[in-house]
């Protein structure tokens, strides 16, 4: 497994991105962000990270990250985090931040489990008219507000 940044055009990415995004028009809008750190097997990609610097000094956001289905459970997240957490640590950056959907209990746990901490709930972030589809939920809880986390670098 090689982790490494990706230098290419990130339409190939769609796909990996469209693991972590609902909303089309989110998608769109965020695939050229920031830097992405991809975790490559053979040369396919499995697994990425979307690094984005914030308007904060001395901050930035791990903006989305996923995994392909068959790869889950290995420790891709948690090697793409640790090599992100090294990166901007080297860069001078102290904090970093991460957002997931309140209703997604399995994200918070991860990223609690890598040391984050509760910052922040946005009420109502997921809405129609940032393209997320009425009535979405995530494993029986409703698809409403996100959860912001830090950790302290």
């Avoid at 420790?75 to 931040?97: K, M, N, S």
């Avoid at 990223?111 to 494993?139: C, K, N, S």
């Amino acid at each position: 497994m090689e982790i490494g940044w990706h230098a290419g055009e990130r339409t190939s990415l769609r796909a990996l991105f469209a693991l972590a995004e609902d909303s089309p028009q989110r998608l769109e809008a965020s695939l050229d962000r920031g830097r992405v750190l991809v975790a490559q097997d053979d040369g396919r990609v499995v697994a990425y990270l979307q690094l984005v610097e914030s308007d904060a000094p001395g901050q930035a956001e791990l903006f989305s990250m996923a995994v392909i289905d068959e790869r889950r459970g290995q420790g891709l997240g948690r090697a793409l985090v640790a090599r992100a957490v090294a990166e901007c640590h080297d860069e001078g950056i102290r904090t970093l931040l991460v957002a997931t959907a309140a209703a997604d209990v399995g994200n918070l746990r991860f990223y609690q489990r890598l040391g984050f901490r509760m910052l922040r709930i946005e009420r109502d972030a997921f809405t129609v008219a940032d393209g997320y589809p009425e009535g979405l939920v995530i494993e029986g809880i409703p698809l409403r507000d996100r959860v912001w986390l830090t950790l302290c670098l």
